[in-house]
């Protein structure tokens, strides 16, 4: 994909019309497409990429109408939550996630925040596989049928019994607010010192697939491991953040 069309842009702003709308979501069709990639290879195989980039073109219809150029802020940037989240939405609302992937998702929740909270530490395979009565084996396959899960994080509870969600933790770029901005800057010290003590191949996956943009495909590659391997370790990374994040939030608000 090329640069900011800046020209498109213009004429959009000064006309509205739905022939420079068109325009501009053909010229960032490929920004739908390489997240719906992203997103479709955590996914079961009966979710077409193609239904995923239709969910996606929802996302950037909306990111176009609320896009200012005048901000200074390059679209890309500001389309990918947008994008991101109408493809999640749509497959939420699909309701394609079995009643017992759900279950066994909160259950390695439930365990990795149990344990990890009494021993300080990082819990093994071994301790989470003992608390959860299964074998190393089994839990392995949990994590590998659970990853897909992960995708939708951002709309689970931070905290069992409350409404608050990880999502509502995520500042516009485009609506600055001094408040949020220290929050904001906040919480992303909490969440780097939370991903500092991952153990080293979590954090490995970690930084590839959110910061690098790396597919678990590719992830693999580099780090020269199987594919159902980086499911495991990115899955398991997930339910950790999300312990400590849980557990720092109950804190403060206990403080």
């Not at 608390?131 to 905290?159: A, F, G, H, M, R």
Request: contains cysteine; charged residues 30%.
């Amino acid at each position: 994909m090329t640069g900011e069309p800046h020209e498109l842009w213009k004429a959009y702003i000064v006309s509205k019309s739905p022939e420079s709308k068109e325009q501009l979501v053909l010229h960032y069709i490929s920004l739908v497409e390489r997240i719906a990639g992203k997103v479709s290879c955590s996914l079961p195989e009966h979710l077409a990429k193609d239904d995923l980039i239709g969910y996606g073109v929802f996302g950037l219809l909306e990111a176009v109408d609320r896009y200012d150029p005048e901000r200074g802020i390059p679209f890309q940037y500001f389309a990918v939550k947008r994008i991101k989240g109408a493809i999640i939405d749509g497959i939420r609302k699909e309701d394609w996630v079995p009643v017992t992937v759900r279950k066994r998702a909160r259950l390695l929740e439930q365990a990795y925040k149990k344990l990890e909270e009494e021993l300080q530490r990082n819990a093994t395979d071994e301790e989470v596989a003992a608390e959860l009565n299964i074998s190393v084996d089994e839990l392995l396959k949990w994590l590998n049928n659970i990853q897909y899960v992960s995708i939708i994080s951002l709309d689970e509870p931070l905290v069992e019994n409350e409404t608050g969600m990880l999502r509502d933790n995520v500042a516009d770029v485009l609506s600055p607010n001094p408040v949020h901005l220290i929050e904001e800057n906040e919480l992303k010290k909490i969440l780097s010192k939370a991903v500092s003590e991952l153990p080293e191949k979590e954090k490995l996956v970690v930084g590839l697939y959110y910061y690098h943009d790396l597919s678990n495909r590719e992830i693999a590659r580099v780090l020269e491991i199987s594919d159902s391997r980086v499911s495991q370790l990115h899955t398991k990374a997930i339910f950790r953040l999300r312990g400590k994040l849980s557990r720092i939030k109950n804190e403060l608000v206990r403080g």
